[in-house]
């Protein structure tokens, strides 16, 4: 083994140990630190793999912008920020079942669907713009999509669980 399998192995372990404590602790403001790890630890095995471009994609859209989207829909909903009970629905056999089932069919969809796909680089040059014109051509769309969801769940988010939007003011009028 090099010394750079290594530090894959070693970072995939980290990320795979803080997703685990996203989902398994009960302090919401903690949950989303450790996503800052896993998320991190993930951009870190981008590094190894010499792909910088997406390890950098990886830090400033998903830890600076959506664990930040994640930290004001927190705050703006009024969630409780330390343990609470309330977090819990008492699921998790059922939850872990949904989730090596969805985790299955994930692995067993990318690897059917990748299983022949091969792309030529060919040169530094051409690996480039063979990458720059696939993430422009083909992933755009899917890519603005995705931003419109996160904050249409946002605003779905702040809805629900504000209970004084929509309610009178003082004076009898609306606020």
């Given at each position: ?36 790890v ?10 190894v ?8 994609v ?24 330390g ?9 998790r056999?059922?939850?872990l ?11 067993t ?5 990748f299983r ?11 690996s ?32 629900l ?15």
């Amino acid at each position: 083994m090099t010394g750079a399998e290594i530090v894959f192995g070693l970072l995939g372990v980290a990320t795979l140990a803080a997703a685990v404590l996203v989902v398994t602790t009960r302090h919401l403001v903690r949950a989303a630190l450790w996503l800052v790890v896993a998320l991190g630890a993930l951009a870190g095995c981008f590094l190894v793999l010499t792909a910088e471009l997406v390890a950098w994609v990886q830090v400033l859209i998903y830890v600076g912008a959506v664990v930040v989207l994640l930290l004001f829909g927190i705050v703006l909903t009024r969630a409780p920020i330390g343990r609470s009970s309330d977090v819990d629905s008492r699921n998790r056999w059922a939850a872990l079942v949904v989730a090596l089932s969805t985790a299955g069919a994930l692995v067993t969809v990318v690897v059917s669907g990748f299983r022949d796909a091969y792309t030529d680089l060919g040169t530094p040059a051409g690996s480039a713009s063979t990458m720059r014109a696939g993430i422009f051509r083909y992933w755009v769309l899917p890519f603005e999509a995705l931003s419109v969801l996160l904050l249409a769940a946002l605003v779905g988010a702040i809805v629900l669980t504000r209970v004084d939007i929509g309610q009178r003011g003082p004076g009898g009028g609306d606020a």
